[in-house]
């Protein structure tokens, strides 16, 4: 029974609200943005100078790290709001609270890879972007 509620209680945090905003599978920043491993897979076709190569690293290292202190505050709070779905009865306004700590701190992972997104295409000239759209498509 445990089981089954922390899977629906999954489910209703990260399932919903991405297939309703994007719908399956959809890349919504398809061909606007690009992860860091499609840049690095084309470095070559890319031409990349030794600037850009540096400041993309750097990107990365650093949204990594923020990232990792925001896992730590997710795991957190789901180890609270298991605890708190072992009580009876169950103290709602506890779990709610521990949701809403999850949630924040995972808007803040996401807010954190969009900054690194943005930064990534901005040292990307025009005729790289280019190259990189005919790519995704």
Known sequence: MKKALLILLAAALFGTGAVYAAGPKEDVFKGKLFPPNIILQNQAELNLSKDQFTAIKKAVVAVQSNVAEHEWDVREA???????????????????????????????????????????????TAEQITYLESVRE
Do not use: S
């Not at 809403?100 to 690194?116: D, F, I, P, R």
């Open 78 to 124: 789901y180890m609270g709001i298991m605890q708190a779905l072992d009580e009876a009865p169950i103290n709602e306004e506890q779990v709610l609270e521990l949701v809403g700590t999850a949630l924040l701190a995972e808007n803040e992972v996401k807010k954190e890879q969009m900054m690194m997104l943005i930064r990534l295409r901005n040292l990307l």
